[in-house]
């Protein structure tokens, strides 16, 4: 079973500077099965980010994914105010899925 | 506008059961994979299971494995998952998630707002 451990945990940052977010699965996984999404308290979450790079409907382009293997990037390249939100990557693989356990980034 | 909406959670004894139903609105339901995704509270995000567009095939989580059953109902565009024999574990908010539009995308682009399960006595 693949594993996707997300780091850190925590990210303490001020709006408008640059957020790196990892994401690390414990097999090589395919860049087309890798998603992002992100989720504000109370609220259901929401995809960035498909096929580790490609931006789902809507997302701004301050919102990157890149990686490939067993590494993957979410970096959002100027916080804003509504950004701040918890982080969750995704893989798919034989017919099963698997989110990561969470990057939460907060306001410093 | 396209819209699931979650019903059917609520408060249940250990052993117990429960149904939840989404009600899918604003696209051509029966075109897509559907899946449940639930989250405990204060902690992240586990999958829960899967289902082909026609139905006929469905995918579980090693959790609920044996306990759940995921169905679908094209002609009313309604989702169910029958939850049986249920555990203080699956206290959780569950929300049903549409598979992504694109060919080429591996995700969920449309979700409910959840629903809560309280699996306590």
């Known amino acids: 079973e693949v594993v996707l451990t997300q780091s850190p945990g925590t990210l303490s940052l001020s709006p408008g500077e640059r957020a790196t977010l990892s994401c690390r699965a414990s097999?090589?996984?395919?860049?087309?099965?890798l998603a992002w999404y992100q989720q504000k308290p109370g609220q259901a979450p929401r995809l960035l980010i498909f096929?580790?790079?490609s931006r789902a409907t809507g997302i701004p382009d301050r919102f990157t994914g890149s990686g490939s293997g067993t590494d993957f990037t979410l970096t959002i390249s100027r916080l804003e105010p509504e950004d701040f939100a918890v982080y969750y990557c995704?893989?798919?693989?034989?017919?099963?899925?698997?989110f990561g356990q969470g990057t939460k980034v907060e306001i410093k | 506008e396209v819209q699931l909406l979650e019903s059917g959670g609520g408060l249940v004894q250990p052993g117990g059961s429960l149904r939840l139903s989404c009600a899918a609105s604003g696209f051509t339901f029966s075109s897509y994979a559907m899946n449940w995704v639930r989250q405990a509270p204060g902690k992240g995000l586990e999958w829960v299971s899967s289902?082909?567009?026609?139905?006929?095939?469905?995918y579980y989580g090693d959790s609920v494995k044996g306990r759940f059953t995921f169905s679908r109902d094209n002609s009313k565009n309604t989702l169910y998952l029958q939850m049986n024999s249920l555990r203080a574990e699956d206290t959780a908010v569950y929300y049903c998630?549409?598979?992504?539009?694109?060919?080429?995308?591996?995700?969920?682009?449309?979700w409910g707002q959840g629903t809560m399960v309280t699996v306590s006595s």
């Open positions: 995704q893989r798919f693989s034989s017919s099963s899925w698997t």
């Open positions: 289902i082909s567009d026609n139905g006929d095939y469905t």
């Open positions: 998630a549409k598979h992504c539009s694109s060919t080429s995308c591996y995700g969920y682009d449309i």
């Open positions: 097999q090589s996984v395919s860049s087309s099965y």
């Open positions: 096929g580790a790079s």
